[in-house]
């Protein structure tokens, strides 16, 4: 199965910041990862697509970048509506494993 | 619109089954895979179970004891759990994959229904 090891696991940061999240799968996946934002109580919801492609509706403000087994997700200038929790996922066939999650508090 | 909504949730007894409903509006469920995403409250996400095609998968921590299916002139989506534990015990969404393949993202969600195992 393919792991998908995220990090950092918290991240205090301020409005204004650019910040930068990672995520390492244990196998070559191509580009076959999506980035989601879940705020609490709330369902995830899909920012990026096959590694760097904005889905509908998204902020220019984020991006995605990475092919093979490194990715990235950047957020250019944060917002306050920005401050959840973000998960990479690889979606290369099941098991489709999730990051662990990045924790995006304010600092 | 896309809507899927979950239903079903609550306090099982470890040991016993529960089901879990799907009902999806503004797709069809023949075209699209979907997806059983859970979450532990206040942990990450983890991936249950999937159908596309009539074809099923189970992550291992489940594999024998969950069972998924459709019914399509239900428009409706199931997860049959048995001898649940208490660490099946989470927040269940389900999702749709963005397109027929399989090397597809998950691009709607349900809002999720919570199961609770305990005594």
């Known amino acids: 199965d393919i792991q998908m090891t995220q990090s950092p696991p918290s991240l205090s940061a301020s409005v204004g910041d650019r910040v930068t999240i990672t995520c390492r799968s244990s196998?070559?996946?191509?580009?076959?990862v999506a980035w989601y934002q879940q705020k609490p109580g709330k369902a995830p919801k899909v920012l990026i697509s096959k590694a760097s492609t904005l889905e509908s509706g998204v902020p220019s403000r984020f991006s995605g970048s990475g092919a093979g087994t490194e990715f990235t997700l950047t957020i250019s200038s944060l917002q306050p509506d920005d401050f959840a929790t973000y998960y990479c996922?690889?979606?290369?066939?099941?098991?489709?494993?999730f990051g662990q999650g990045t924790k995006l508090e304010i600092k | 619109e896309v809507q899927l909504v979950e239903s079903g949730g609550g306090l099982v007894q470890p040991g016993r089954s529960l089901r879990l409903s799907c009902a999806v509006s503004g797709f069809t469920l023949a075209d699209f895979p979907v997806h059983w995403v859970r979450q532990v409250p206040g942990k990450g996400l983890e991936w249950v179970s999937s159908i596309s095609w009539n074809t099923a998968a189970y992550a291992d921590s489940v594999k024998g004891r969950f069972t998924i299916s459709i019914d399509n002139a239900k428009n409706s989506l199931y997860l049959e759990m048995n001898s649940l534990t208490t660490e099946d015990t989470a927040l269940y969404f389900c999702a749709r994959g963005h397109d027929s393949a399989v090397t597809a993202y998950f691009d709607h969600w349900g809002q999720g229904a919570l199961v609770t195992v305990s005594s």
């Open positions: 996922q690889h979606y290369n066939g099941s098991p489709y494993t």
């Open positions: 196998l070559y996946i191509n580009k076959w």
